[in-house]
């Protein structure tokens, strides 16, 4: 084999799920000893890729060449065993057990009749730590391990499988700059033996920090692999982004009505730095950023099902502190989950129950239901916003996506909040449905209620906001007002990736 | 190149008091002050024939039952057929003397670990193969089981020859069997936990079946022998209940699933599966046990009694929830 030979190679790689092509046609090649990044918005395909490399998903199409060699893994431990590992965001350890014994599950060095030669895995274990230039403890246990210190756990065990090629997902998702530099410092280690790594990352100083050539994944497809000494960040984000913006989104807010609600100097320690921002009745705002870069705890903050260490919640001129989110309700919020099945819809129950059950006490008479009136504003509503279903008594989880959103709002609107937050509002949801959402959510906020939007796609926060925050890690990173010139998806980007960008046209930053 | 070890590497707490702060060798500690508390409030509590009879004799039943218990909780599920079970075996043991009285004990006794192997392996099956969670499954068969026996014999049979009486009765160099046997079955299953392969992949599967599962391990199948260890334990206690009694019946293993499950708590064994160990659960049994007799030597009442020890249950569950955090 020569040494231009890649280590490990795709071909074609295609991988459908029910309703999106997550990969299409992906090819791309690793060589021995490199530091591979690999990056692309949220959704570009970068998990599934590397779920397919590790054995937890099969290809529907196309073929994986480890030195040379076509393979196919049907799990991860397969895929371990020919040499690729992988770390996830969520670690796999196991938190009791202690570092040797992780290293070596479920290949325990034995003497015979299943009795385990615990020794023998924790020098193997200590050998190994060496040879990477770590001191641990063996004998500790993971849940005692600070986050870097279970990463090399991971590395660790990787390597005890002579790992040749290293996935790392988001490494650096939970770590310290400390911690960071020491991630880096084995990385180079692991080069250095001839180990290849695959670092996935949303942080592109990352990227050009520790990588030797970089792929772009964009919509499942590969946009190129260059090496990262010929690019520049602003080509990056380029490679990054670059879509239209499709056209059915509706006009954007007429006018601003008065405050509905503001937040100052919330914090919460890791998570949120001091937060500050007004949100206006007849307006809707959409939150950007990479994700987990606390959009969504900002809005549980502010919904009362986070607490937060300090800041204040202003609503009509008080303050207000939301304990729960039943107080929040109370304090005119509504609030609709991007996960849809486990925290929105109630699946079994009709589409009248699903309706009704935010506003239960304007139902009630002498403490029982007054069914009639329930099922006259769920035809009502069934019938404003055009809920395609066989009748109100149809049970929620039958319906489509976007009907069962449809649900959703309508459940809030029968409520009648003064503050609507969304988060990801057309997550799975067909296209024709989403701009039926669009308009009605546009149709809300010129009603006079303000929106609160977290979106991951940036077509549709273009599309949709009046004004958009961009955030990265914990903190509002920058506010576009769109009156004043539409966003461009490099800009949100460059801000949700730590990147300054020249702008062409002019924005504001606060 | 030689990095520097991780500031926050070594924490102040060296590995003695680690180790000390774990449920499972923390118990002993509760133990002992539990004994101190017992020895003040009644004098009678520290006579040798009392202390006997609450550290030999009378933990060896529910103890074997507790460490089949402690098997399958620490792979994540539950027993709630242990109790029925052993109703039904001593009662097939001493419906087998009575019509064949000649029969060689150690066959007798052989024959209840071999049909308790049998009801354990139902158990796992039925959460294994037919998918139902372990609570259902075993709620299921407890009922089956105790119907059995009903059927079988609905009040007290005797009938066990003194041949037999010997796994509870006799002695070996003036030592109980019944306490040699105990140190030989717990001593032989805490090996099997800690010491072998097998052992490790159940505390894995309990501690986390995904993590377990990506890793090979065969999550299915070492669920599956834990409620068929359980089964063998159950059959030893069986047989050894058989025995203390002198005869069998619906009543004998009555209360004996919640207990387990309390000891076990109370030992250290956690109900989310994967901590815990068999020396913490038995010391879970002798403060039930301890619990019961200083009860009865203050003339609490029985009633009263089962009160006090939901009571000790919460208390164990509370206390061990909190330094979780």
Known sequence: MTGNEPVLKLEGITKTFPGVKALDDVSMDFKRGEVHGLVGENGAGKSTLMKILSGVYQPDAGQVFL???????????????AGISIIFQEFSLIRGFDVADNVFLNREPTRGFGHMDRRKARERTRTLLAEIGIELDVTRKVEELSVVQQQVVEIVKALSFTASVLIMDEPSATLTDNELRRLYDIIRTLKSKGVTIIYISHMLDEIFEIADRVTVLKDGKVIGTRPVVELTRDDLVRMMVGRTIADY????????????????????????????FQLCAGEIVGIAGMEGSGQNFLVRCILGLEPYDKGEIIIRGAVRLCKNFHEAMEAGFGYITDDRKAMGILGRMTITENLTIASLRDYLAFGF????????????????????????????????????????????????????VISEPTRGIDVGAKAEIYRIMRELASSGKAILMISSELTEVIGMSDRIFVMRSGTIE????????????????????????????????? | MKLTPF???????????????????????????????????????LRPDNLGNVFLTQPVGLGLATLGQAFVMISGGIDLSVGSLISLLSSLAAGLYRSQPGLNPLVVALFLVALGSVAGAVNGLIVV?????????????????????LFYASRTIGGIPDSYRFISDGQIVGVPFSIILFILVICGFSY???????GKHIYAVGADPYVSQISGIPVRRVRFLSYLICGILVGIASAFMASRLGGGGPKVGVGYELDSITAAVIGGVSLAGGTGSLFGAFAGVLIIGVFYNIMNLLSVDAYLQIVLKGAVLIAAVSFYSKRRV
Do not use: Y
Not at chain 1, 67 to 81: D, H, I, K, M
Not at chain 1, 484 to 499: F, P, R, Y
């Open chain 1, 67 to 81: 030195n040379g060699a076509r393979v196919s893994f049907s799990n991860p431990r397969e895929a371990q065993l």
């Open chain 1, 249 to 276: 989104f509706p006009d954007l807010g007429k006018s601003r009505g008065p405050i509905a609600f503001e937040v100052r100097g919330l914090s919460k320690t890791e998570k949120l730095s001091n937060i500050s």
């Open chain 1, 369 to 420: 239901l007054r069914r009639r009136r329930e099922n006259a504003d769920a035809r009502r509503q069934v019938e404003l916003l055009n809920i395609k279903s066989t009748g109100i008594t149809q049970p929620v989880e039958n319906l489509s996506g976007g009907n069962q959103q449809k649900v959703l709002i309508s459940r809030w609107l029968l409520r009648n909040p003064e503050v609507l």
């Open chain 1, 478 to 510: 920058g506010v576009i007002d769109q009156h004043e010139g539409k966003a461009s998806e490099e800009q949100i980007m460059s801000l949700a990736v730590g990147h300054i960008w020249s702008f062409a046209n002019g924005s504001s930053r606060s």
């Open chain 2, 7 to 45: 500031a926050h590497a070594t924490s102040g707490r060296s590995s003695w008091l680690r180790r000390f702060s774990e449920p499972h060798i923390f118990v002993w500690l509760i133990l002992a002050a539990v004994v101190i508390v017992c020895a003040i409030a009644s004098p009678l509590f």
């Open chain 2, 129 to 149: 193969q037919l998918r139902v969670t372990p609570f259902m499954a075993t709620l299921a068969t407890m009922s089956l089981f105790q119907g059995a026996v």
């Open chain 2, 192 to 198: 099997l936990l800690r010491m072998n392969r097998l």
